[in-house]
């Protein structure tokens, strides 16, 4: 073979075989853990907010190429957000930013998105006068 | 022997890279990097063999000629065909070649053979027999004639994926026209025991067609001692070009043509016929005949081999299927990986120089599990982490070994990402394959985050 074929495009390729900020945050002050219906993949992103801001955040995923691809992009994407900005942070971000998916992908991505607002709701639900401060006020949509 | 470029094993890391200075620059280009590269998907493809290939070229370009011509350019092929018919018909041990049809491939040889015989039997009866681990190209043709007014009974198949023969006994009724088995499973690799199927279609007066696309070239198939009215192979499985399909059809049975125009094919498949494709099918098939034992003689222990090398190396790993043994075919493992899912093994494999295939929902356009996993009821959680690998005669025991110790590597990296297998070591959820008796089962913890039960 005299070059490398791959399924997905370079980003994702790279996102898949060298993940950003994979694993579990210690003293995490959000966490969602959310499954697609469609495919059975889980996602999980933990979030360190310090003054209405996302400090870090981390991932693990249990999918294929792409969903791991679209949670390692999806925590670069946020980190040094605040919790308005996060909480209005769109699937289309995570495709964008990776140059692309596959169609039948896409809702890797939404995954991720998904389980970045899991993560929100249970920092607004354990932190609700942190969350009282934040301009959006505290109402999360579920 | 077919010899795939295999190169010595070096210090690969996960990611495939690799100090440059071990590539041997006078015989790789620098760009290349110099991993071991091992085919375990023969199932989906093997290499043309060189002197198929020989035999092959002459009928693109100078022997070119339309078998229908009636001058020496046609005659000429005319004649190539029916040595390549003689060929097929030898491989399955048919009387004579006139009873082997030619078409593209396998999935047109199982539409003919639905379609075909329920067309031509349209009088008889509208109920068709199938076991509920055929090959999609069965699946979907049968459900096409759903459609149209037919019924079909899918008859169910054992945990090990084997036919049950009671319930295919009792699924035959007086207005059944076909039913189809097939020799071997495409995804979990269990041979059928096709001398009773055959007894059962033949008690009941009932044409029975076995699709022996993952069959032909490794095991014997013997058309008379089944019984069979019709049995489906393509070349392109055992060293020979794809482009070629071979029906063999017995004189008795009855099919309609689905594809229609010339009279090609004694009218039962209208269309030019791939001439170099037959020809160069037609000798892999005499070579597959030939040398069938040394085949298996070389897959089976490197089959067990690969199999025991991964049950030690890797935890939470099982065999789906039959063991290796009489009732699995010697090039197939189907394996199933707990707590990772299938297309990452599958990538990480590739990108580290090996061909394996997969059966999760994830490498599927459907986003649906291998049909054929949900039939022997394997638990969701385990088709998720399918993996399919299929030997051929090209893979040597290095090969084994370096799949195994890469593909433990790749377990350990994606489990290490894997929110499942954390959860599994904090005792949320337990193992299928070795339950602790602690926790929920991936299934319910599947359903709970996702708000859903998974399908």
């Keep these: 073979m005299s070059e490398t074929y791959t399924l997905y495009n370079s980003t994702v390729m790279e996102h898949f075989m060298n993940p950003r900020n994979m694993g579990d945050l210690k003293d995490a002050d959000g966490v969602g853990e959310v499954g697609a219906a469609a495919c059975g993949d889980i996602m999980k992103i933990s979030l360190k907010i310090k003054d209405g801001r996302i400090e870090d955040a981390r991932f693990k995923t249990f999918g294929c190429g792409s969903a791991i691809a679209s949670s390692s992009m999806a925590t670069e994407l946020i980190k040094g957000r605040t919790i308005d900005e996060a909480m209005a942070f769109s699937n289309q971000e995570v495709v964008d930013a990776l140059g692309g998916l596959p169609p039948v992908k896409i809702h890797c991505s939404v995954l991720a998105e998904e389980a970045l607002k899991a993560a929100l709701e249970d920092y607004v639900k354990r932190h609700p006068d942190a969350a009282a401060k934040s301009t959006a006020g505290a109402p999360v949509p579920a | ?455």
């Design chain 2, 1 to 455: 022997m077919v010899r795939y470029r295999s190169f010595p094993r070096t210090n690969v890391g996960p990611t495939g890279a690799l100090p440059a200075a071990t590539v041997p620059p006078a015989v790789r280009p620098l760009s290349v990097i110099a991993m071991r590269h091992v085919f375990l998907d023969h199932q989906s493809a093997t290499p043309v063999l060189p002197e198929v290939f020989e035999a092959m070229r002459p009928y693109f370009t100078e022997h070119f000629g339309n078998a229908s011509s009636l001058h020496q350019h046609g005659l000429r092929v005319r004649d190539a065909l029916k040595r390549a018919r003689q060929q097929m018909a030898a491989l399955v041990g048919a009387d004579s070649e006139e009873e082997i049809f030619f078409t593209s491939d396998g999935t047109e040889s199982a539409n003919l053979a639905i379609k075909g015989a329920a067309y031509a039997n349209e009088r008889k009866g509208k109920h068709l027999v199938v076991s509920a681990t055929e090959h999609p190209s069965v699946m979907s043709s049968v459900e096409f004639l759903e459609k149209q007014g037919w019924t079909c009974t899918r008859v169910g198949v054992t945990p090990q994926g084997m036919i049950r023969l009671d319930e295919l006994r009792a699924a035959i009724t007086p207005q059944t026209v076909l039913v189809a088995v097939h020799h071997v499973n495409h995804d979990i690799g269990a041979i059928q025991p096709m001398r009773e199927v055959g007894k059962v279609c033949a008690a009941a007066n009932v044409p029975l067609y076995v699709d022996c696309e993952a069959s032909a070239g490794w095991l014997p198939i013997d058309v008379k001692d089944w019984g069979a009215a019709m049995v489906s192979f393509s070349p392109h499985r055992f060293y020979g070009p794809k482009g070629v399909g071979v029906l063999y059809r017995n004189r008795k049975a009855r099919i309609v043509s689905v594809i229609h125009g010339g009279v090609q094919e004694g009218g039962r498949r209208a269309g030019t016929e791939n001439i170099p494709a037959i020809v160069g099918g037609g000798l892999a098939a005499e070579i597959a005949r030939a040398r069938l034992p040394q085949r298996i003689a070389h897959v089976a222990p490197l089959q067990r081999r690969l199999w025991e090398g991964l049950r030690t190396k890797v935890p939470y790993i099982q065999l789906n299927g039959p063991e290796p043994g009489p009732d699995r075919i010697a090039t197939n493992l189907n394996l199933s990986t707990e707590f990772i899912e299938g297309e990452g093994q599958l990538l990480l494999c590739d990108m580290n120089g090996i061909a394996v295939a997969s059966g999760s929902s994830c490498v599927s356009k459907s986003l649906k599990i291998s049909h054929v996993l949900g039939a022997i009821g394997l638990d969701h959680a385990l088709a998720q982490g399918n993996i399919i690998m299929t030997l051929g005669e090209g893979n040597t025991e290095a090969d084994v070994d370096y799949v195994v110790e890469t593909f433990a590597r790749i377990v350990a990296k994606l489990r290490g990402m894997s929110p499942m297998w954390d959860e599994f070591e904090r005792g949320v959820i337990d193992s299928v394959i070795a339950p602790t008796g602690r926790g929920k089962s991936f299934s319910q913890h599947a359903a709970d985050v996702s708000g859903k039960p998974v399908h």
